[in-house]
């Protein structure tokens, strides 16, 4: 797995996922904090990263442009980071079948309760 962390999603998120993904990179790694979603949207597609965020935008994205890249969308997402890496964490497995499979779906919607 090669997540790109969209900026609404604390780059301290990275640290408990880097052991379970090949890559996991924050848009501010990259230079990419403050810019378009169009542009890290391209940056992700152009250099093989799939996108965790809280931002529609990248739904309204991925359904009218279809993927690369996948689009992991978080709703009631406003957590500290130990509980949202916990719920990441426990759906390891969902999120690896998710981004490694051959499907026609490019977006998957997690809830946090």
Request: aromatic content about 8%.
């Amino acid at each position: 797995m090669r997540l790109l962390l969209d900026e609404n999603i604390s780059w301290r998120l990275a640290a408990p996922l880097r052991p379970h993904c090949t890559t996991v990179l924050h848009v501010r790694d990259i230079g990419l904090d403050h810019s378009p979603d169009t542009t890290i949207w391209r940056y992700a597609r152009q250099n093989n990263f799939d996108l965790l965020t809280k931002d529609e935008d990248f739904v309204r994205l991925v359904l009218a442009d279809g993927f690369p890249p996948r689009v992991i969308a978080l709703q009631n997402a406003q957590v500290p980071v130990a509980k949202l890496a916990t719920f990441l964490l426990e759906r390891l497995p969902q999120l690896q079948r998710f981004l490694s499979e051959q499907t026609e779906f490019g977006l998957l919607s997690l809830r946090l309760s």
